[in-house]
């Protein structure tokens, strides 16, 4: 039956022999809403974003969970949606479960993305939508956004940007647009499990102490330097009907007048020696003429430093970049620039020299250093790419 089903590979899985290595790559279904980060390297890494609709009809079966994330390294998964536990109890465990608290996504004024009418309803159901998904050979990218708090008297859009360094990190930045103050609160709940600490201002989850032994695999939890207070609580978990386990939650949390912004980078540790580095605001500048802004951030570990730029529209300026890109990435290592992302750009220069131009903007331009020279990856066949390598292999950094 097993062949049957599964054909003949089948037969190995079942006598027990080693699965073929996995080439994960990322996807979108876009019919659902689903969005999936992923790649190989040093294990298997796949982050699941839920942009698609909350349900039909009235979304009896539907959760609060518009723009929500779930994580899994290797085997096992690290940041978990709750799931159901129960249809009816006596103490709210319904609405509990299914509620926007209980999931990886921002919560405005406390209250739920739409609202719950009995065990099987929602009124206010939010739109959900993607706005961007471009996938690289070294990147991917992801925005979205929901309208579940344009029921308030002050609506709210949530926006929700999250870049996906294949192999390496993860930062989600989350935008609340409204005109006056709102209580903000962003939720991460850790899988069963894990134990989770605190180091300064950063959240480190690793396997508790049976596990730890043979696996170094941790997880940092890195928010923005400045603005938020954090708290370490408890969730629950639901790996079946009727079955509830407590988990490890990190909230942040803050009052504040919008629009506004709290971004959290997400890395994997794999060594018991790897530390997480220091995550930092670089610059915010937000133009109320032309209702452009740039937001940038800066990620030092300790050969490398990471520089990650959002964009709304226009040209801007950066220590040694100017551009038109909505999304910019490098990497420097010992000075020397070693990696390069753009998107949704025409241009790029750098300390002045153009080492990028084209004659409308590109969807995705991707430049990997290999020895001396590099690899470049790109959307558009016509981009002059001997004379991009050429430029951005030479480029080091004066600071």
């Known amino acids: 039956e097993a062949v049957w089903l599964l054909g003949e590979q089948a037969v190995s899985v079942l006598c027990g022999a080693p ?60 940041l978990v949606d709750p799931g159901t536990f129960c249809y009816i109890s006596p103490d709210n465990q319904r609405d509990l479960f299914r509620g926007t608290a209980a999931h990886n996504t921002l919560r405005i004024d406390g209250q739920d993305q739409a609202v719950p009418e009995g065990p099987f309803a929602w009124s206010s159901i939010p739109q959900v939508r993607a706005d961007l998904w471009v996938t690289g050979a070294t990147f991917s990218l992801f925005a979205g956004a929901h309208t579940g708090y344009c029921r308030l008297p002050d609506p709210v859009v949530h926006r929700r940007f999250i870049f996906h360094l294949h192999a390496g990190l993860w930062l989600v930045r989350d935008v609340a647009e409204a005109n006056d103050s709102h209580q903000l609160d962003l939720f991460w709940h850790f899988a069963p499990g894990l134990t989770v600490s605190r180091w300064e201002n950063r959240f480190i989850a690793a396997l508790k102490d049976s596990q730890a032994a043979t696996e170094n695999t941790r997880l940092a939890l890195l928010p923005q330097d400045v603005g938020w207070t954090s708290e370490l609580t408890s969730g629950g978990f639901s790996p079946a009907y009727g079955r509830k386990e407590s988990t490890l939650v990190v909230r942040f949390t803050a009052r504040t007048k919008l629009p506004t912004e709290f971004a959290t980078l997400i890395v994997p540790l794999f060594s018991a020696s790897d530390k997480p580095g220091k995550f930092v605001i670089l610059r915010r500048e937000e133009s109320l003429t032309d209702n452009s802004s740039l937001h940038a951030f800066q990620y030092d570990e300790e050969t490398k430093t990471h520089y990650v730029v959002f964009a709304d529209r226009g040209g801007w300026s950066l220590s040694e970049w100017t551009s038109d890109a909505t999304f910019l990435y490098y990497r420097l290592e010992n000075r020397r620039l070693t990696h390069l992302i753009l998107c949704g750009g025409s241009f790029a220069k750098w300390q002045g020299k153009q080492v990028l131009s084209h004659s409308a903007p590109i969807a995705r331009f991707e430049w990997l250093r290999n020895g001396e020279s590099g690899q470049i990856f790109t959307s558009e066949e016509t981009i002059d790419q001997s004379l991009s390598d050429g430029l951005l292999g030479s480029c080091e950094t004066v600071f």
């Open 19 to 78: 699965p073929a290595p996995r080439h994960l790559q990322s996807r979108s279904f876009e019919a659902a809403g689903i969005y999936v980060m992923a790649s190989s390297q040093p294990v298997p890494q796949q982050l699941v974003i839920d942009a698609g609709p909350q349900g039909t009809g009235r979304s009896g079966h539907g959760h609060a969970d518009a723009l929500s994330l779930t994580l899994s390294l290797g085997d096992r998964p690290w």
